[in-house]
C-alpha cells in the first residue's frame, strides 16, 4: 500500500542516516520528510497534500514530527548564528515551533482529526532520545511524547515508542554530545554521514550509541527503527 512518511530530518535522514533508507517496496513509500520542520510546517505541507490529486488515493501516513517543537527552542539559546539559521528558515519555510505543550497538544490532534477526516490510517512514531546528559531537553521530550501517547490512545492509531528503543540500543553507555555553536558542523556531518557511509564511525568518536550528534540516528539506530516501523505498518492490512 502506497504511504507518505511526514517528518523532519529524521525522516530526511540529512544529516544522519533516515529509517526510511531501510524500509521494504519503496517504489510505494514517499519520504516526505524536511530537515528542521516542526509540527506547525509539517501541518502545512499536510494540508497541500490532501488538497493535491497526487495524494489523493494514498491511504496510510506515518508521522515522525515534533522533535524540532523541542529541540529548536535550546538551538537558539545555544548561539546567535543557530539563532539566526532557525529564523531564516522559519519565515521562508513556516518551521516555527509550538510556543508550549498545549499548543502543541492541540495543534497535533488537529492532524490527526485531518488524516481521520479523509480516511487516512495513521502510525505516529514519537520524539527520540537525545544524547546529551547535561541539558533537561529529554525531560522535555518525555512530557511532549506523553501528549502524543495520549492522543494515540484516544483516536486509536499505533504508536511507535523511539525514545524507548533508542534506550535499549544505548544501555548502559554514558556519551553525550550535543551541536556546536556553528551550523558548520552539521554541513560535515551531512556529508559524512549521509552521502557517505560513515555515520557509525561518527558516533564512536564521539561516544555516541544511537546518534551521529546528539539527535540525527545512526545506521544502527535507522535500521531498528525502520524494523518497527515494518511491523506496525504489516498490522495495517491493505484495502
Known amino acids: 500500500m502506497r504511504t507518505v512518511f511526514l517528518g523532519d530530518s529524521l525522516t ?12 521494504r517496496g519503496k517504489s510505494l513509500l514517499y ?17 497541500k497534500m490532501l488538497n493535491s490529486n497526487r495524494y489523493a488515493d494514498i491511504q496510510r501516513y506515518v508521522l515522525e514530527i515534533g522533535t524540532n517543537d523541542v529541540l529548536l527552542p535550546v538551538l537558539e539559546a545555544h548561539s546567535f ?27 497535533y490532534e488537529e492532524l490527526i482529526l485531518k488524516l481521520l477526516a479523509h480516511d487516512k490510517k495513521i502510525i505516529v512514531i514519537g520524539l527520540p532520545l537525545i544524547e546529551n546528559s547535561v541539558l533537561t531537553i529529554n525531560q522535555i521530550m518525555d512530557k511532549y511524547n506523553s501528549v502524543l501517547i495520549e492522543l494515540c490512545v484516544r483516536y486509536n492509531i499505533p504508536y511507535i515508542d523511539i525514545r524507548k528503543l533508542e534506550s535499549e540500543i544505548k544501555g548502559t ?5 550535543f551541536f556546536g555553536k556553528t551550523t558548520f ?32 540516528l545512526n545506521r544502527y539506530t535507522a535500521q531498528k527503527l525502520a524494523l518497527a516501523v515494518e511491523k506496525k505498518l504489516e498490522d ?3 484495502d
Open 81 to 107: 548564528l543557530w539563532r539566526v539559521v532557525i529564523s531564516a528558515k522559519g519565515k521562508i519555510l513556516g518551521c516555527v515551533p509550538c510556543d508550549n505543550m498545549d499548543t502543541f497538544r492541540r495543534k
Open 173 to 177: 553507555n554514558g556519551g553525550s554530545y
Open 31 to 47: 519520504n516526505r520528510g524536511r530537515g528542521g520542520d516542526t509540527l506547525l510546517g509539517a501541518s502545512g505541507r499536510l494540508d
Open 185 to 216: 558542523g552539521s554541513m560535515t556531518d551531512a556529508i559524512l554521514t549521509t552521502i557517505l557511509p560513515f555515520s557509525m564511525f561518527v558516533s564512536r568518536i564521539r561516544g555516541l550509541a544511537v546518534t551521529i550528534d546528539s539527535v540525527h
Open 236 to 238: 495495517i492490512p491493505a
Open 12 to 23: 530526511e535522514g540529512i544529516p544522519g542516516v533516515s529509517y526510511w533508507r531501510f524500509l
